[in-house]
């Protein structure tokens, strides 16, 4: 069952025809696949589209692990443009690259790719006015990736006393998915600016901060 639904996503995307589009163009594409399949078909398309970037996130940290040297994707934003874009090129150039991550490195040094497949899946602007509602909005999600980037400290009474670098902490908030040491993931209270998924860290997570 689970195999019928992962070749059904397969055949969207390959009928989303990122790869047939000489020109990449992202608009166009979003207009016919919404207009076909709907808004709720597209997110599923995404999503399953996302977890097959994350999956290509986590190959290139095995293999570096492996070789024990960063392969060259180039910034975080060229990498995930990279890898979205390896994912519309369809099922097989994603299971060859899966399986040799230095293929992703080889792509991204020719900069063999186009920004970005994941913007087919952003909903056409609709040209009809809507009344204007008051906001219900109550908790903001923000969706930061740092790779290995992530910086923090730690203060007492406006005092720094120690610091840390490196991959984001496993015990970061992450109520959706994997972060793979690359995401912040925090919600917050709009109205009293709490961040309301924290969890209260223990001594051995506050550890890895080098005291000042």
């Not at 992962?6 to 020109?23: L, N, T, Y």
């Not at 490195?105 to 994941?118: P, T």
Request: with cysteine; net charge neutral.
């Amino acid at each position: 069952m689970i195999r019928n639904i992962e070749d059904q996503m397969w055949r969207r995307i390959a009928q989303m025809q990122w790869a047939k589009d000489s020109k990449f163009n992202y608009k166009p594409i979003a207009q016919r696949c919404f207009l076909k399949w709907g808004k709720e078909e597209m997110e599923v398309i995404r999503l399953f589209a996302r977890e097959k970037v994350d999956n290509l996130y986590t190959r290139i940290r095995e293999k570096e692990k492996e070789i024990e040297r960063r392969l060259y994707t180039g910034s975080d934003d060229s990498t995930s443009d990279c890898l979205w874009h390896i994912v519309g090129l369809g099922k097989s150039e994603y299971e060859r690259n899966y399986a040799n991550p230095f293929l992703i490195e080889k792509r991204a040094k020719l900069h063999g790719y186009v920004e970005n497949f994941g913007y087919c899946f952003h909903e056409p602007d609709s040209n009809v006015s809507k009344p204007a509602q008051k906001s219900s909005v109550k908790i903001m999600s923000i969706n930061a990736k740092c790779s290995d980037m992530f910086t923090a400290t730690l203060t007492d009474d406006k005092k720094t006393i120690g610091d840390f670098d490196g991959y984001v902490p496993a015990w970061f908030p992450n109520p959706n998915e994997e972060h793979y040491g690359d995401y912040v993931t925090l919600e917050i209270d709009v109205e009293t600016g709490k961040i309301v998924n924290w969890k209260t860290p223990t001594a051995k997570d506050l550890s890895i901060f080098k005291p000042r």
